[in-house]
């Protein structure tokens, strides 16, 4: 199966902008033959807390009408998305949320981030659990950065016979991640890491691109470089 890593720079605040560039790569990416596309975290909204905290109408639903671009560009591709933003939860809180919406367009799984970093505790609540999907065969649990640099994600992901671990997140050119945390989840835990990364300036700092993947020995096997959007394909399972 191949999955599309993606990268490209979110209009803070702009979810349509957002959900227009996010259906044009599903799009291109099923034309390549990817069945799953994932991209960085709050790819929706750009990685803004304090704009979201401050913003009531960035919140969406998990059937928000604003997500139905990419729900038909999912069903056009035959692919499944992973998008993440901030979206409602059972309660009254908001999560950093990672919606798998399918190749019909439906919700294949919702994965909340579950350890959050600096402002976002201010702003977001933590998720209960851990996120998994299954499509045509394959196994893949969900992670969102911060996520990455505890093991036990990727521990209990290997242990649940998952094949791949799809890490949506926003790093930096200074973040060590590339080095120490993604390749060595693959390695140690026998994953197939995919990364969906940001470019552009955000909150955090400004976004390096490098989205790709490794393979269960560590190694690189794609990478989309730092500078330009779109996508590569990796073949993972």
Not at 111 to 128: C, I, M, N, S, W
């Amino acid at each position: 199966m191949f999955v599309a890593a993606t990268q490209f720079a979110p209009v803070a605040g702009d979810i349509d902008a957002n959900v227009r560039t996010i259906a044009d790569l599903v799009r291109a990416a099923g034309a390549e033959g990817a069945r799953v596309v994932v991209f960085a975290e709050l790819c929706l909204t750009g990685y803004e807390p304090s704009l979201i905290r401050d913003t009531p109408d960035l919140v969406l639903a998990e059937d928000d009408a604003r997500l139905e671009p990419v729900r038909e560009a999912c069903r056009a591709a035959g692919a499944a998305a992973v998008v993440n933003g901030p979206v409602r939860n059972g309660g009254s809180g908001v999560g950093i949320t990672t919606l798998v919406i399918g190749p019909d367009g439906s919700l294949l799984a919702r994965y909340d981030k579950q350890h959050l970093y600096g402002v976002e505790a201010e702003v977001f609540a933590p998720g209960p659990g851990d996120g998994r999907f299954e499509l045509d065969g394959v196994r893949f649990a969900l992670a969102t950065c911060y996520d990455n640099r505890f093991p036990e994600l990727a521990e209990r992901a290997a242990a649940d016979d998952c094949s791949a671990y799809l890490a949506s997140s926003v790093l930096s050119a200074d973040n060590d991640s590339f080095e120490k945390v993604y390749p060595v989840r693959a390695r140690d835990f026998g994953l197939y890491v995919v990364l969906g990364n940001v470019l552009g300036t955000n909150e955090d700092g400004v976004g390096t691109g490098g989205a790709g993947a490794w393979g269960p020995d560590g190694g690189r096997i794609a990478d989309a470089g730092p500078e330009e959007p779109g996508f590569v394909l990796a073949e993972v399972g």
